[in-house]
């Protein structure tokens, strides 16, 4: 299997298996002279990690990451400074219970990708799907950890906006609150988590699961990243974010919402500020116009489907081309959604990063 690396100066390659003994990522290109802390990469990690609460898997796994290799250590013993040669992370997996999907060994889950995989390489890893798992997407955390410091003063936040039928109210959207303790489903509402749980505990018991989408902010983001026609920095982006487990859709800025408005509305107006610099009033395009980013606020929203692997029964067939019945036991996500928040802002720091670096490169200016 190749494809396992995206970027080009930001260079991401993760490996491992959802079963395996480890997984973790190798970051090439990482400018010398990043200081990062252990604490700052696992802090990400422990975001993203299985287990927190009800409503996500129960796999116990501490996600705890030792960097290996791509850096010296400061005078205080802690902080880590990037040599510019390939920092290497790993993530033990310590908490697998492989016996949990022997009944599926021949058969193919419907939604998954076991058809596709055993059609693709003549064989799969039906022990948690493998490389196809969410598993995998901690080495990406990892990764989006290290791809925040590249970028100087750039801040990426996301957030849980809708899940399944309901919806957030915007009108109440508080930062603040989303890594709130007491918040499971990293949603800027604070009045909407109530109603998201007494909605996923109705999901969960009943045996089924439910989608979501999640909506990634890059702020502090310098104008002029990215490149016209073949290297879009919304094109990156967008192939980042659907590379991510279970994701369906895409959207930059009000998306598909603007072939619902007309020009006058959609595009988004100029005036010189009191500082002399451009000022857009309005930020429909997402903070990225013809494929260039403006200087403002980078948004982007993808969507999840519902979690594949459920408890009630779905029509299949299995190796031999008999129908069979699937159940998929084991412990999974009734919304995978909910752990995606974390996965998307690293996935739209790497983009932004790699980007960042290439415009260096390219023009000599940061």
Known sequence: MSHNTFGHMFRVT??????????GCVVDG???GIRFTRAEIQHELDRRRPGKSRFVTQRREPDEVQVLSGFVLDEDGETMITTGTPVSMMIENVDQRSKDYGEIARQYRPGHADYTY?????LRDYRGGGRSSARETAARVAAGALARKVVPGMVVRGALVSMGVKDIDRSRWNWNFVDDPENPFFTPDPESVQMFADYLDGIRKAGSSVGAVVEIVAEGVPAG???PIYAKLDQDIASNLMSINAVKGVEIGNGFEAARITGEENADEMRIGNDGK???LSNNAGGILGGISTGQAIVARFAVKPTSSILTPRKSIDIDG???????????????????????????ACAIADHYLRHRGQTGRV
Request: glycine share 14%.
């Open 118 to 122: 055993q059609v693709k390489y003549g």
């Open 14 to 23: 993760t490996w491992g298996e959802s079963h395996g003994a480890a997984l």
């Open 322 to 348: 008999k129908d069979v019945e699937v159940m998929t036991k084991g412990r999974h996500d009734p919304c995978v959604g909910i752990r995606a928040v974390p996965i998307g802002e690293a996935m739209v």
């Open 225 to 227: 990243l990215g490149a």
């Open 30 to 32: 990482c400018p010398p």
């Open 278 to 280: 451009p000022v857009f």
